[in-house]
């Protein structure tokens, strides 16, 4: 029963760590589409303060093709981070019917405990009430 016990408080600690680092991709991958975003109302404000919009123009700012590149690169690694959140969400999704499965197993020994005492309990009652009747 304790072993049990203890496995459980171990699935339920692997599903809480599943959960933080979920919840530390999902975290990446809105920081890093801010952060995007960020750098598109950047180069925006570069080009009208230019007033070139053209990537291949000649007089094109530096900063603004460097901003590019950097926000593409922030939206490539946020995507490829969608790809780890998905295996992320499966993993959690195991580790909680896991966790479920071992749960369950322990109600229904806890039930089948509350059951046999209860017959215990009745048994005496039923002891007590035929002596009783047996004077």
Sequence with gaps: MKSRESLIRLKRFQVDEKRRHLMQIE???????????????QIRSEQERVGITDVSHFAYPTFAKAA??????????????????ER???????????????EQLEER????????QEMAEQAMMDEVASRMRAR
């Design 109 to 116: 020994d806890h039930q089948r405990e509350r059951e046999a």
């Design 88 to 102: 992320a969400r499966e993993e959690l999704s195991l580790s909680i019917e896991e966790l479920k499965k071992f």
């Design 27 to 41: 975290s990446m991958i809105a920081d890093f589409n801010r952060m995007a975003d960020e750098l598109d109302d």
């Design 68 to 85: 590019a590149t950097r926000r593409d690169n922030l939206r490539n690694s946020a995507l490829e981070l969608n790809d780890q959140l």
